[in-house]
Structures are given as structure tokens and as C-alpha cells.
């Protein structure tokens, strides 16, 4: 591979003219090209879309601890209710929380600054594709309130229940919902786009793909999975809104449509959707804990194939979400074998996490908590996804609590782990300034802790029988037990204790913006590019002519020997 | 809390304990597993923790020495993978792929949102004059195999029976069929485990395995209506 043309040369039009050139109020905050913004205006977006599906799991999770009470903010929770704010919850968190702040929040401001480029290289695509998520973001919020409710089939949205009114009683909701899906995926397409062509063509003189941090190539493959896997769906979800508005019969089986059809175009992509927004989150790790540790990665082409490897797998394990849906029983063998495969490159990316902790000398900042806290988290994830992926195991697991412990093991992790560890990481260069440590520490321990109070009971309420989607157990006879009911209510008091300790994050996170310590341009001893530029940098454009680095070795030489401080930064000869 | 599987539903059906020793070996595999990396990862956080005046290592991850360690546990745990796959295609095959021949059969029929059921009487035979139907009540003689019809009216349902570790879906349209060898008399819950509107949260119904004598005599108050 030959040095690729340095993207700064090739910036002619207007917007990248003129670095450092002050902007309008407008131009940066509303209608902004530069990466940084709009970084910031997806990572603003999704952490609001969080508090509203965070809100949700609450009042859901007030009614199974108390079936029937008049939830606090909300009041009470009819059956109707529930399965929209389930259904809410699960999409939001997904498509609106996790998919913005990991891969379009974390890609916009992590790529171009680490690969030394001065802005990604379709910026009115870029500003484009926020464009299109935030209406899609406003478009599923209108759906709340249109009249009959909020869609209430799940974040799955089975047909026959999804596709006609009478049954879903959702008549508007539907529509809505799966309308705003669908434009929410455009968006990411754009988006994908953009990373994939700037990681190629814009890096600085010097760097080889095998300097490229990991996080750069691991959004890339994210990229590229999700614009592999949603094609499909997109065609899918728009045969449904036929199906709901035009009255076709796509997946309808009286008239001999086929339901299970659209569960596999929904599970060819949603199950490399969770690699989608697994991989940023462990990449942000893989540049988090060498900092820290001030260790070189252990492996770095290693990681770099096993998530390669898990990215292609991950295209190959679809059906593991239908081993009793009624596909052909032969196939379930199939599935399980390459689902139970897939532990083998996520398990070598693990225990290469793990090796880079040896030898090092490990420094438990707020951000590194974070980063291990991941780990720790994410391995209970991985080891009881092999109970799912165990047909056998899975006719009695399937769609019961263990299967939402399991995977909220990987998302929370995922989605809220991981951005905490990036933010708080990247903190100084988002904005100039440090985070609390002392807030950020007690933040870390009472949100982690709590987490695990939510969850673990729910591993048990899963094995005793309770299935997903039930508004209320004590309508079943072995599930409405004092016992089961006991961890139902530890699991709720958990997760308001979790809510709780959030006002510390939001204002520590406010407040250090406007009054934290300045941060001075490389606070954390850090070797990748975007700690070369000034910190919360004024205008577009990231580096000037003069400064504009280029790369003479890997993103991780920390500790090398024969040097007096113990990193030495890509762009230092 | 150390054995897992007490906390399912008490097993009262032939293959359940089938069903629960595949949970119970990828426990004690993957257990075994979790134990391990947490110990190697507590270890080396606590081993080289920053203290003043040491140094980090330089270490690039292709020292053999060091590799192995890495890889070793790796190649084990393929071997675990396999034993895992193996055992449970072997418990899927008997319950999903096989079907034994039938004592009985069976009509369940998913709706929103009630369960229906068809018994075949005292010929033992669906389809004829005097069938029994009931609603949310299913009937069973217990060590006598059972193949079930499932249908569905209206949109997807799951018939599932914890006790019997017995689920699937229900399709409008089709005709799935399966079995089950209830083996423990007494009464357990069928629940609905696919999301079906508003009413999946109450749809459960009951089944009710009887001693021979107690099912033959309500078979046969059950003809006489
Ligand atoms: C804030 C802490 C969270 C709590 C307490 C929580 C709790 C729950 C619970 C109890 C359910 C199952 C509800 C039911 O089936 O009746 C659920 C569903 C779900 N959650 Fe969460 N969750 C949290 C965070 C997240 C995050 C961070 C994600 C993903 C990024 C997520 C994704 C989902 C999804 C996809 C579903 C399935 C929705 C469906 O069945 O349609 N959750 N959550
Ligand atoms: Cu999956
Ligand atoms: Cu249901």
C-alpha cells in the first residue's frame, strides 16, 4: 500500500479554505460540516434519546416490581402501555442511543483526528446524514403521541402483529415507528460511507493500515457490516409499510404471504447489528487500556483479525433468534454450530485485552475504570450467549428473562459502558478541560455496581420461567411467587438507584465543560494523533499547514526501551 | 445459588433432564472458563498496578513465551466448543427433529388471546364425534407420548410448557407438530412466550397430568356433556 495523498492537499472547496476561520453561531452548532460538531451534535442527541428510554425501562420495571401502582412521573402502566414502552425502550436504545454516540458520534470525532485528516471527506454528506437521523429521531418521538399510542410489537416488530391494525391496535404507531427505522438506517448509510472512504484515502503521510488505531478500523468494519446487512431490511421494512397502509401481503399468511420471511430479513441484520455497535465500544477499549496500563497492545493484528473474524461470522449466525420460530428443525444444527463458533475469535479478542494488562503499569483513572469494567461486564455477556446459542439449552431459554440478562450484558456494556469510557477519555479534547476525577470515580462505582444489581437477578427470574413482555407475573401460577416476585423488586430498586447516580455524570459533564481544569493538549501521556491538536480546537480544520502530522510507527509504542519518557507518539520521528 | 439448575421449573417430562444436563455442562464449561479469566484478570491488575519507579514492559504480543499463554487456553476452548455443539445437537435432534410414534394426540390452537385444545376422547382419535374440547385447560395422561398439533388464528403465539422444557411458535397457516412424555403428575403452566398485543401478558392456560384412572374418568365425565 502506497502512502496515500495527504487529505488536507485536496480540500480545496470553500469551507476548508480558510483553517481556523471563525464560525457563525449557525454554522457550528446548527448546521454544521465540521466533523467535531457534528460529532457533538449526535453524541448531544443520543444521550437525550437515552434518558427518555432509560425512563421507559423505569416505568416498566415500577410495574413488575409493583404490578398495578401508580408509577412516580408516569402513573399507571396498562398492558398497552407496557409493550410500548418495552418496544420503545429496546428500539431507542439501539437504533437512537447506541448506533449515534458509538459509531456516529465516537467515528466523526475519532477518525479524521486520528488518522491526521482535517475533516472527514464528504462533509455536507456528513452533515446530511445527522440531518436525516434527527428526523428520524423527531419522527419515532411524534410517535408516542399519535392517537392509539406508540408501537407496541416489540423492537423485533413480528408481522402478523406489526402488519395489521386489528391486531397491534396501533394504527398510527406503526407506521411511524417503522417509518422512522427506516430513515434512521438512510442515515447510517451516508454515515458509513464517509468513514469507510476518509479512513482510506485521507490518513497522514506515513501511515500503513497496520498504524491505524484500532478504534478507526474497528468503527470501518462496524461500517461496513451494517452497510452489508440493512439493505435487505430496508426493503423489508418498506414491504411491511405496505402491508400496514396499502393492505399487500408481503407477510401475511392468509393470503400467503410469510411472516418467518421477515424474521430473517430482520435477524440478517440484526444480529450483525450487535457487532455493529460492539466493535466501536471494544475498540474505544483498545485505545483506552495501553494509555493506561502504558502498555503496547497485545497483539495489535491479532485483535485487528478477530474482529475481522467476528465481523464475518457474524453474518453467518442469524437464525439463532429462530430456533423455535418454526424454521425447518435440520437448519437449527446449522446455526448453532457457527454460533457457538463465534466465541472463538471474541474469546482470543478478550483474553488479548486481558494479556496487555501483564507486565504493565496500570493506572485506575476514571476512564481505564470504565475500559475494564467493560471487560468484566462483557465476558458474563459472552459466556451465557453460549447457552443461547446451544439449541438444545435454548428451547426452554428462549425468550425468557435469561435472554434479556444476556443481552443486557452485552449492550449495557456496549452502549453505556463504553460511551462513559470514551467520553470521559476523549473529554479533554472534546471540550479543553477535565472531567471531576473524585465525581467521576464515585459516578463509576455507583453505576457499575448497580448494574449488576439489575441484572444478575434477572439471569434467576429467567431460569424459573419468566418470559419477556409480561406486563404482570402474578398472572402466572408458577411465576407468582414471593420468591420470584423478591428479585423482580431488587432488580427495579437497582436500576432507580442507577438512574440516581446519572445527575452526578450530567453535572459533572456540564459543569466541567464550562469551569473543569484546562487540559492541556496531550493530558493523558497518549501517542495517537488526535492528542497533536490544540484541545477543544476553535474553528474547522484540525491541524495548519505547518502542524499537520505525519506517522512514523504504530498507534501503540508506550514504555519502548532506550527512551526517556515512556510513550512515543506516532508523529514524532 | 451453585447449581443452577434448581432454579428451573421442576423437570415432568421425559426429555427435560435431557434438556438440563446440556444447561448444566455449559455451565460447569463456560463457569469454569469465566472463573479463569477473572482470576488472570484480577491478578495482573493487582500485580502491576502503578507503583513509583517501575516500568511497564515492552511487549508487542508475538513472544512465543508469551503467546502461549494466550493461545493454549484458546485451543482448549475449541475443544469445549465441539463437546458443547455435540451435546446439544444431540438433545435438539430428540426433541425437535425425532418424532417417537404416539400414544396420542393432540389439537392446540393459539389465539388472541386464549389457548384451545382438542382431546381425542375415548376413541384416542382426533377428528371424530367425541373429541373434547376445552379452553385453557389441557389434559394429559402421565408416561403416555404425546404429539401435539399447534396452530394459530390470528398472529404469532409460542406454546411454551417450562416444566415440560417444551417451546415453540405458532404460525398462522401451519401445522407445526411435536411431542412430549409428561412423567410427573401434576399441574403446570402454559405460558405464551411470543409477543402476541395486549393480552400476551394473562395468556397462560394450564395443563393437568393425570394418574390413568383420573384421566379416564375425565374423559368420561367430560363425553357425557
Ligand atoms: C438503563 C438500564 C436498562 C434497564 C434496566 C433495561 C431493562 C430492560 C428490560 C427489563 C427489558 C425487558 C422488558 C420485557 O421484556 O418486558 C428490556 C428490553 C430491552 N432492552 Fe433494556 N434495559 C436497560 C438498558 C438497555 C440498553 C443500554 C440497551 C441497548 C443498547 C437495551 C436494549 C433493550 C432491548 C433491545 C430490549 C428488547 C425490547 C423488546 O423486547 O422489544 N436496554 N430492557
Ligand atoms: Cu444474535
Ligand atoms: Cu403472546
Redesign the interface.
Same mark, same amino acid.
Given at each position: 500500500m502506497s502512502h496515500p495523498e495527504h487529505a488536507h492537499a485536496d480540500h480545496g472547496h470553500a469551507a476548508h479554505g480558510d483553517h481556523h476561520h471563525e464560525m457563525s453561531f449557525s454554522e457550528k452548532y446548527l448546521f454544521p460540516t465540521d466533523h467535531k460538531y457534528i460529532a457533538k451534535q449526535y453524541m448531544l442527541t443520543g444521550m437525550i434519546m437515552a434518558v427518555a428510554a432509560g425512563f421507559f425501562a423505569y416505568a416498566f420495571r415500577m410495574q413488575l416490581a409493583f404490578p398495578g401502582m401508580s408509577v412516580p412521573f408516569f402513573g399507571v402502566v396498562s398492558?398497552?402501555e #407496557?409493550?410500548s414502552l418495552v418496544t420503545q425502550h429496546g428500539s431507542i436504545m439501539v437504533f437512537w442511543v447506541a448506533m449515534p454516540v458509538l459509531i456516529a458520534a465516537f467515528g466523526n470525532f475519532l477518525i479524521p483526528l486520528m488518522i491526521g485528516a482535517d475533516d472527514m471527506v464528504f462533509p455536507r454528506l456528513n452533515r446530511l446524514s445527522y440531518q436525516l437521523f434527527l428526523l428520524s429521531a423527531i419522527l419515532v418521538v411524534v410517535g408516542w403521541f399519535v392517537p392509539g399510542g406508540g408501537f407496541?410489537?416489540?423492537w423485533t416488530s &413480528?408481522p402478523?402483529?406489526s402488519a395489521k391494525a386489528e391486531?397491534?391496535?396501533t394504527p398510527a404507531g406503526s407506521s411511524i415507528w417503522l417509518a422512522a427505522v427506516a430513515v434512521e438506517f438512510a442515515a447510517f448509510l451516508l454515515g458509513g460511507i464517509n468513514f469507510v472512504v476518509t479512513a482510506m484515502n485521507a490518513r497522514a503521510p506515513g501511515m500503513k493500515w497496520h498504524d491505524v488505531p484500532i478504534v478507526v478500523w474497528f468503527i470501518c468494519i462496524a461500517s461496513i457490516l451494517f452497510m452489508a446487512s440493512v439493505g435487505p431490511l430496508i426493503a423489508g421494512a418498506i414491504m411491511l409499510l405496505f402491508d400496514q397502509q396499502l393492505g399487500t401481503h408481503f407477510f401475511d399468511?392468509?393470503a400467503g404471504g410469510d411472516? =418467518?420471511l421477515w424474521q430473517h430479513l430482520f435477524w440478517f441484520f440484526g444480529h450483525p447489528e450487535v457487532y455493529v455497535v460492539l466493535l466501536p465500544a471494544i475498540g474505544i477499549c483498545a485505545e483506552i487500556i495501553p494509555v493506561f496500563?502504558? !502498555? !503496547?497492545?497485545?497483539? #495489535?493484528r491479532?485483535i485487528l483479525y478477530t474482529g475481522i473474524a467476528t465481523g464475518v461470522l457474524s453474518f453467518f449466525v442469524w437464525a439463532h433468534h429462530q430456533f %423455535?420460530?418454526?424454521i425447518d428443525?435440520?437448519m437449527?444444527?446449522v446455526f448453532?454450530?457457527t454460533t %457457538?463458533?463465534i466465541?472463538?475469535p471474541i474469546?482470543?479478542m478478550?483474553?488479548?485485552y486481558?494479556?496487555?494488562? &501483564?507486565?504493565?503499569?496500570? !493506572?485506575?483513572s476514571v476512564p481505564m475504570l470504565w475500559a475494564?469494567s467493560f471487560?468484566?461486564c462483557f465476558? =458474563?455477556g459472552g %459466556?451465557?450467549g453460549?447457552?443461547l446459542?446451544?439449541?438444545?439449552?435454548d428451547?426452554?431459554l428462549?425468550?425468557?428473562y435469561f435472554v434479556v440478562a444476556h443481552f443486557h450484558y452485552t449492550f449495557y456494556p456496549i452502549a453505556i459502558i463504553g460511551t462513559f469510557a470514551g467520553v470521559t477519555h476523549w473529554f479533554p479534547k472534546l471540550f479543553g478541560r477535565y472531567m471531576d476525577e473524585k465525581l467521576g470515580q464515585i459516578h463509576f462505582w455507583g453505576t457499575v455496581l448497580s448494574f449488576n444489581l439489575i441484572f444478575i437477578p434477572l439471569f434467576?427470574t429467567g431460569?424459573?420461567?419468566d418470559?419477556?413482555? =409480561?406486563?404482570?407475573y402474578n398472572?402466572?401460577?408458577?411465576?407468582g411467587t414471593p420468591d420470584l416476585q423478591w428479585l423482580r423488586i431488587l432488580a427495579t430498586v437497582a436500576l432507580v438507584i442507577m438512574l440516581i447516580f446519572q445527575v452526578l455524570f450530567v453535572y459533572n459533564f456540564i459543569n466541567s465543560i464550562f469551569k473543569g481544569k484546562l487540559a492541556p493538549t496531550n493530558p493523558w501521556k497518549a501517542t495517537t494523533l488526535e492528542w497533536t491538536t490544540p484541545s477543544a480546537q476553535p474553528g474547522h480544520g484540525n491541524w495548519t499547514p505547518e502542524t499537520m502530522p505525519s506517522v512514523y510507527r504504530g498507534p501503540y509504542e #508506550?514504555?519502548?526501551?532506550g527512551r526517556d519518557d515512556?510513550f512515543h507518539p506516532q508523529n514524532v520521528p | 445459588m451453585l447449581h443452577l439448575t434448581q432454579w428451573l421449573v421442576v423437570p415432568a417430562s421425559t426429555f427435560a433432564d435431557d434438556i438440563d444436563f446440556v444447561f448444566g455442562l455449559i455451565f460447569w464449561m463456560v463457569g469454569f472458563w469465566y472463573v479463569l479469566s477473572n482470576v488472570a484478570f484480577f491478578y495482573l491488575l493487582f500485580k502491576y498496578r502503578a507503583q513509583p519507579g517501575k516500568k511497564a514492559l515492552y511487549v508487542t504480543g508475538t513472544e512465543h513465551d508469551l503467546l502461549k499463554w494466550v493461545e493454549w487456553p484458546h485451543y482448549a476452548i475449541i475443544v469445549c466448543d465441539i463437546v458443547i455443539i455435540a451435546a446439544a445437537v444431540k438433545v435438539w435432534y430428540e426433541v425437535k427433529q425425532d418424532l417417537p410414534p404416539a400414544d396420542a394426540e393432540v389439537t392446540v390452537v393459539a389465539q388472541q388471546w386464549a389457548w384451545s385444545f382438542v382431546h381425542p376422547g375415548a376413541d384416542n382419535k382426533i377428528g371424530t364425534s367425541d373429541d373434547i374440547k376445552t379452553v385453557d385447560e389441557l389434559h394429559l395422561e402421565v408416561d403416555k407420548l404425546v404429539h401435539w398439533r399447534l396452530q394459530a388464528r390470528d398472529v404469532l403465539h409460542s406454546f411454551s410448557v417450562p416444566a415440560f422444557r417444551i417451546k415453540q411458535d405458532a404460525i398462522p397457516g401451519r401445522d407445526i407438530m411435536g411431542w412430549f412424555e409428561p412423567n410427573r403428575v401434576g399441574t403446570y403452566d402454559i405460558q405464551c412466550a411470543e409477543i402476541c398485543g395486549i393480552g400476551h401478558g394473562i395468556m397462560g392456560a394450564r395443563v393437568i397430568v393425570h394418574t390413568p384412572e383420573e384421566y379416564a374418568a375425565w374423559v368420561a365425565s367430560s363425553s357425557q356433556h
Open positions: 398492558p398497552t #407496557y409493550n407496541g410489537g416489540a &413480528y402478523p402483529l391486531y397491534s391496535l399468511p392468509v411472516p =418467518i496500563a502504558r !502498555k !503496547k497492545l497485545f497483539g #495489535y491479532a %423455535v420460530a418454526g428443525p435440520r437449527a444444527n448453532t454450530i %457457538v463458533l466465541s472463538i474469546a482470543e478478550v483474553f488479548l486481558i494479556a496487555t494488562l &501483564y507486565g504493565g503499569s496500570i !493506572k485506575f475494564l471487560i468484566f465476558l =458474563i %459466556v451465557t453460549i447457552f446459542g446451544a439449541s438444545g439449552a428451547i426452554y428462549h425468550d425468557t434467576f431460569l424459573a420461567g418470559h419477556r413482555r =409480561i406486563y404482570n398472572n402466572f401460577a408458577e411465576l #508506550y514504555s519502548a526501551p515512556d | -
